[in-house]
């Protein structure tokens, strides 16, 4: 299973941006999948997570009201984040989780910055 992440960049505070995640290889059963970022110096965070039937999402803290995670029928998943703000620097990565073993991709770096 192979997990991508695309879409990171730099923009400027208040400004929005689209991730997106693509996963391929054998899925038969995906369970959720997820959104984490890990800014210098932190430990990882939890961003947004969906299960796979689209029902239910859930946020962290930091990103509840500005960010929103969504699916479509191609195994990709999306995080679209709307007035951001300079701590939301950090490298976001996108995660599958199928049969309870979770597949992590490379990351994409955010940065926020005026």
């Known amino acids: 299973v192979q997990v991508v992440e695309s879409g990171g960049g730099l923009v400027q505070p208040g400004g929005s941006l689209r991730l997106s995640c693509a996963a391929s290889g054998i899925i038969f059963s995906i369970n959720s999948m997820a959104w984490y970022r890990q800014a210098p110096g932190k430990e990882r965070e939890f961003v947004a997570n969906?299960?796979?039937?689209?029902?239910?999402a859930f946020y962290g803290d930091g990103v509840k009201g500005r960010f929103s995670i969504s699916r479509d029928n191609a195994k990709r998943v999306y995080l679209q984040m709307s007035s951001l703000k300079p701590e939301d620097t950090a490298v976001y990565y996108c995660?599958?989780?199928?049969?309870?073993?979770?597949?992590w991709g490379q990351g994409t770096q955010v940065t926020v910055s005026s």
């Open positions: 969906i299960s796979w039937s689209g029902i239910t």
């Open positions: 995660t599958l989780v199928q049969s309870g073993i979770a597949y």
